[in-house]
């Protein structure tokens, strides 16, 4: 029996989103943007909803007069993603 | 642009496989530094060198010259990070590697230079071909750069030759070790970021 897949992973932009994250130390919501190539609008409440599963962590703050938003993962975004990858091979067959 | 349509597991691996292959592109902006400090303490040992060959060489100017290249390095850094930090919109994974490979061997080193003051032998000397290829060799065994492998395993070789040689040759090898293990391989990561 295949275990059901993280639905807040099991969407495009989340998961483009954290496996982004996952290969960098942090990276800002206008990188975010660029390289998913979304809205700001949905971006936002992807983060949010990430941010509230307690898999990433943001912080705002300021570069010189300009305010920045700075998005990382957190251990439990790096276990939930670890754990999704084990069942996407479950699924795949590839175990 | 991404929609929330319900996703097959065949796509989420190619999503995970290109924000992977994305992120690991990500320029770390060491490749500066390598050349910069690289092209620096490579001057500084060849300074010395002449400085002890050629006795003519041996006054103020060309002492002051020596030393001049650490603050020289260290200006040049400063606004060159400040550059960065003012453009960055992420930081890469492998930042933190050249950090502590580095951050430890100029610990290292500095702690042989003030510690081995009243040495016979100056151990920092000999040492700084080994240190720097360690750290170079750590960090591109890490970040799967094989320039910087090749150039840290031929600096720590250097040191062989370094502690039976006089005092003019181990600050030559000293120099090498430098174009060797730092200024070939940032020039490599250029080439490559350019490519």
């Known amino acids: 029996m295949l275990k059901p897949l993280d639905p807040l992973l099991h969407s495009q932009l989340r998961l483009s989103i954290v496996s982004l994250l996952i290969g960098l130390e942090e990276a800002t919501f206008v990188y975010l943007k660029e390289k998913t190539n979304t809205t700001a609008g949905n971006l936002s409440i992807q983060l949010e909803k990430l941010r509230e599963a307690g898999y990433i962590q943001i912080k705002k703050g300021f570069k010189g007069k300009y305010p920045v938003t700075t998005c990382k993962i957190t251990t439990n975004g790096i276990r939930a993603f670890e754990e999704y990858i084990s069942d996407i091979k479950q699924y795949l067959h590839l175990d | 642009m991404h929609s929330e349509q319900p996703l097959q597991p065949e796509d989420s691996v190619k999503i995970i496989s290109d924000a992977l292959r994305q992120a690991r592109q990500?320029?770390?902006?060491?490749?500066?530094?390598?050349?910069?400090?690289?092209?620096?303490?490579c001057l500084h040992f060849l300074l010395r060198y002449l400085r002890l060959e050629?006795?003519?060489?041996?006054?103020?100017?060309?002492?002051?010259?020596?030393?001049?290249?650490?603050?020289?390095?260290?200006?040049?850094?400063?606004?060159?990070?400040?550059?960065?930090?003012?453009?960055?919109?992420?930081?890469?994974?492998?930042?933190?590697?050249?950090?502590?490979?580095?951050?430890?061997?100029?610990?290292a080193f500095f702690i042989l230079f003030f510690a081995g003051m009243w040495q016979p032998v100056p151990l920092y000397l000999i040492c700084f071909p080994l240190l720097l290829g360690l750290a170079v060799l750590t960090a591109g065994g890490i970040t799967k750069h094989k320039v910087s492998i090749a150039g840290?395993?031929?600096?720590?070789?250097?040191?062989?030759?370094s502690i039976n040689a006089s005092l003019e040759i181990q600050n030559l090898i000293a120099g090498l070790g430098a174009l060797i293990a730092c200024v070939i391989p940032g020039i490599s990561m250029k080439i490559k970021k350019h490519a």
């Open chain 2, 26 to 41: 990500e320029n770390t902006g060491a490749a500066f530094f390598y050349i910069l400090w690289g092209a620096l303490l």
């Open chain 2, 152 to 161: 840290g395993v031929i600096a720590i070789l250097l040191t062989g030759i």
């Open chain 2, 54 to 107: 050629i006795p003519a060489l041996d006054n103020g100017i060309v002492r002051n010259c020596i030393w001049a290249v650490f603050p020289i390095g260290g200006i040049i850094s400063y606004f060159k990070n400040k550059k960065n930090d003012e453009r960055e919109q992420v930081i890469p994974l492998y930042e933190k590697v050249y950090l502590f490979s580095f951050g430890g061997y100029a610990l």
